[in-house]
């Protein structure tokens, strides 16, 4: 009587299993009293467009011919293409984006009804961060039409412009030009719907984007020198957008990449992958960006078809996976980042806790947006916490770390790193029944890298 019992410690009434789960809670929760994000000043280039989502139900594919059970287009030019796409995007569970050529993305376009929300990497991110913190968010996108900007008004987004006497900035709301919307239309799943020989596993979806290509402005290498001292990280997305002549594109980021350098040697250039079925554009990818970035963010759809470029065949599973992100580490990039469903990996030089925490918040981050069906805000991450960790998470860390090491320390389940292997993992918060799932990842990912940059630099 009288003794006060520590819950976790010699109590084998309460079993081990149960331990692991509490000890991550706690952390958690460490994490999220440190509000990491809260300092970050990021600049993000390249897609800001409308994302017209529409679900996939049964009216909406009976209206489709029938798909292939094999077949993965890699345009789409007609109807029958978006449906062995769609197919495809079902049968794997992954997240696909397809361009699609004008006749038939017309045509897709009137497939069902849509409900319109801000897209696009860079304005899901700048969102999402500008939630977060104290300072703005820079971005830089091809094109702000009324709409888009509107969109970004209730954010303290901000794009620099060049000017006579040097740079001007201005709030990203006020950054009209008269060009034509883009939309892109997103074919939202639910878990069991069945389309040909596929059955989802889980809420994903099937983006469709026209062909219209990115188109920098022409002036925005005039102030990336000048921009670069005043942030810590850049996020570059939206490359899979960058038009037929894409090599020249992605030469051009790569330039914007040395003036960033340039005007700040410590700045960290994140590259964020989405998926593309064009795998000879993601090669010049790996070729001409890639080896130039310090951080690369990725899922594992993506990785998939990474390794398929550099001639890899992996085992499925975090095994594999882990081989993958030291395929595309060796490229370059001295950080690779994997989120999937239950876990996240990633892969550092450097010190591995601060990458775990970051991954922390990037759960937390994911698993508000999921409650949310949204983009978040830091009264959101309260009912986050509450979201149990994965335990398929943890037992996933755990298989992984005995065939990979070829013993059952459970290291990295339980503590989420290997000291000396630069391998940070986490479980993650899976909602049970997400209210969305468009642009999670891009949260995922930035969030996971802007908190472990404040853990490792904290001001
Ligand atoms: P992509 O956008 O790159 O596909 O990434 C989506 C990520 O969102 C997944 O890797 C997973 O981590 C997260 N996610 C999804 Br999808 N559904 C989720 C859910 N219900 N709860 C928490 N995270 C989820
Ligand atoms: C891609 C798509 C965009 C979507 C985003 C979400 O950028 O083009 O439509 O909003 O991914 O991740």
Redesign the pocket.
């Known amino acids: 009587m009288g003794v006060i019992i520590s819950p976790h410690r010699n109590t084998p009434s309460v079993p081990r299993k149960d331990r692991e789960k509490d000890s991550w809670e706690s952390l958690y929760r460490n994490v999220k009293s440190a509000r990491p994000l809260a300092g970050c000043r990021a600049l993000l280039a390249y897609n800001t467009v409308l994302d017209r989502v529409v679900k996939v139900d049964e009216r909406l594919l009976s209206k489709l011919p029938k798909p292939s059970k094999s077949r993965r287009p890699r345009r789409v030019r007609d109807i029958q293409d978006f449906a062995d796409a769609l197919a495809f995007s079902i049968r794997r569970n992954v ?1 696909v984006e397809v361009v699609c050529e004008p006749k038939v993305f017309a045509e897709i376009s009137k497939l069902g009804p849509y409900k319109e929300q801000i897209g696009g990497q860079v304005a899901i991110i700048a969102n999402l961060l500008s939630k977060f913190q104290r300072s703005a968010v820079i971005v830089h996108a091809d094109r702000f039409d009324a709409r888009a900007a509107a969109l970004y008004r209730k954010t303290k987004a901000l794009v620099a412009l060049p000017s006579h006497d040097g740079m001007r900035i201005i709030p990203a709301e006020k950054f009209v030009e008269e060009v034509e919307p883009e939309a892109h239309y997103i074919f939202e799943y639910g878990t069991g719907t069945a389309f040909a020989s596929g059955r989802a596993g ?3 979806r099937m983006i469709a984007c026209p062909t219209t290509p990115i188109e920098f402005q022409t002036d925005w290498e005039e102030v990336l020198p000048e921009l670069a001292p005043l942030v810590d990280v850049a996020f570059l997305a939206g490359l899979n957008h960058m038009g037929d002549d894409y090599e020249g594109a992605f030469a051009r980021v790569a330039e914007h990449i040395r003036l960033l350098r340039l005007g700040n040697p410590r700045i960290t250039v994140h590259l964020e992958l989405t998926s593309t079925q064009e795998l000879m554009k993601l090669e010049k990818i790996l070729d001409i960006v890639v080896r130039k970035v310090d951080s690369v963010g990725l ?1 594992e759809g993506e990785l998939r078809d990474v390794m398929d470029c550099l001639g890899h065949k992996p085992e499925r599973g975090p095994l594999g996976q882990v081989e993958g992100m030291l395929a595309l580490m060796g490229l370059g990039p001295k950080r690779v980042h994997l ?3 239950g876990y996240y990996l990633c892969k550092v030089r450097g010190k591995e806790e601060p990458a775990r925490d970051g991954m922390l918040c990037g759960a937390l981050v ?2 508000a947006a ?1 409650l949310k069906g949204g983009i978040p805000g830091p009264k959101d991450l309260d009912a986050a916490l509450r979201v149990p960790v994965s335990e398929r998470g943890v037992d996933m860390l755990k298989a992984f770390e005995q065939v990979w090491l070829r013993q059952d320390t459970d290291e990295l389940a339980t503590k989420g790193y290997l000291e000396g292997f630069g391998l940070a993992a986490v479980p ?4 049970p029944e ?1 209210k969305g ?1 468009v642009g ?3 949260m ?1 990912s930035s969030s996971s890298l802007a908190a472990e940059l404040a853990f490792r630099n904290p001001r």
């Open positions: 997240a889980r809420k994903n899922n989120h999937t469903m994911g698993a999921a993650t918060k899976v909602v997400p799932t999670l990842g891009d995922v």
